[in-house]
């Protein structure tokens, strides 16, 4: 029930979550690449949790059964059995979820902050997010439009990028973990 009701959470109350979460730890004005990784996997982790358990269902109980059959203890069954049968699906449920939350906005507004330069300390300051940079080049145009609206569309390219080559990544994993045939 908790994960069915974690999927549903818009991606802006995550951010108000994690931003909330550093303000009580840590003081108010703190904006990091931290806080934004904690907005983001709570988005993630409903989606990795509802695809883990949808693949450990469909493992077939046979295999299960002959396991016990055999003798073997049930946690040597699952490891052995049940997660090398279900790892190809498991993991491409996980870089699913990573494509998915590499294009969210709204949580990082909030946490990582917006600048117009590169911060590479992922635990202090504010940070340049290539989600957060598609949209302030379509927002705040300073210079002619051409210009941003050719910059936005080139990091929003870059994201479909991205997330084309994570989903190639999760094929060719779960090809490569999925259990043999006798073919």
């Known amino acids: 029930f908790f994960v069915d009701v974690m999927t549903g959470i818009p991606s802006i ?3 108000l979550f994690a931003y909330a979460l550093f303000v009580i730890f840590f ?3 703190v904006r990091m690449g931290f806080a934004g990784a904690i907005a983001l996997s709570v ?3 409903p989606v990795v949790v509802r695809s883990s358990e949808e693949i450990l269902r469909i ?4 295999l299960r059964e002959a396991s016990y059959a055999l003798g073997v203890p049930k946690w040597l069954t699952i490891l052995k059995v049940v997660v090398p049968t279900a790892i190809a699906g498991i993991t491409t449920g996980v870089m699913l ?4 939350v590499i294009g969210e906005t709204a949580p990082l507004l909030l946490t990582a902050g917006f600048v117009d330069s590169m911060n590479y300390d992922l635990f202090d300051g504010r940070m340049q997010t290539l989600p957060v940079y598609v949209y302030s080049m379509f927002k705040y145009p ?4 051409e210009y941003y609206i050719e910059k936005a569309w080139t990091g929003a390219l870059t ?3 991205i997330v ?3 989903n190639l990544i999760a094929r060719l994993v779960a090809r490569f973990f999925a259990p043999k045939t006798g073919r």
């Open 27 to 29: 003081g108010p004005g």
């Open 142 to 145: 300073g210079l002619p439009p």
């Open 164 to 166: 084309m080559l994570l």
């Open 43 to 45: 988005l993630m982790i």
């Open 13 to 15: 109350v995550a951010g």
């Open 59 to 62: 493992v077939p109980n046979e």
């Open 159 to 161: 994201l479909i990028i």
């Open 97 to 100: 979820s990573i494509a998915r």
